[in-house]
């Protein structure tokens, strides 16, 4: 049975990839949402700097990106808020099998997430636009939660593989 996770470990690079570029894109959503809202700030404070209605929307849209990305990135590390508590009380198999329990409720919801998203973003955002952009669709304000969905499939597949093959192999060792 190892074999196949010695196979399975050779994608481990392309998750990293992944985590890296989501990485990457929320830093430069953090740029651009600290310039963009700089520019709104000075332009309402001083007389001759427009102060252009656009920011605003554009400001709460890459928040959300952000917001949602960073979501994804905290399932990757182990990050969100667990109740571990009773973890050294209880059976080391028996939280192995919650932790699997746990992936696969975070994975039905990312799968739900990027599918209504989906629709979400289509439908009710293909039908409407930006109040201060009336060239841009909603649809971009509605896409944040498919992307992110996608994200979570990606790593709540690795937390799964991660899981399950701990309890094949301890320590990189054959069990």
């Not at 989501?22 to 700030?41: E, F, G, R």
């Not at 332009?43 to 917001?67: C, H, K, N, Q």
Request: proline share 4%.
């Amino acid at each position: 049975m190892p074999a196949i996770f010695e196979k399975l470990d050779k994608i481990r690079p392309f998750y990293d990839m992944v985590d890296k570029a989501v990485l990457v894109i929320c830093k430069l959503l953090l740029i651009a949402d600290i310039i963009i809202t700089s520019y709104q700030v000075v332009g309402r404070y001083v007389p001759f700097i427009p102060d252009p209605a656009w920011t605003e929307e554009t400001i709460l849209t890459l928040m959300s990106y952000m917001a949602v990305l960073s979501a994804a990135l905290a399932i990757r590390r182990g990050a969100h808020i667990r109740m571990t508590a009773l973890d050294q009380y209880l059976p080391k198999a028996f939280v192995k099998a919650l932790d699997i329990l746990s992936d696969a409720a975070v994975l039905v919801l990312a799968v739900i997430m990027m599918t209504q998203g989906w629709t979400y973003a289509r439908t009710i955002g293909g039908k409407g636009t930006y109040v201060s952009m009336t060239w841009l669709s909603r649809f971009w304000m509605y896409f944040p939660v498919c992307l992110a969905g996608i994200a979570m499939i990606v790593f709540e597949v690795e937390a799964l593989y991660t899981h399950i093959r701990s309890f094949f192999v301890k320590g990189g060792e054959e069990a």
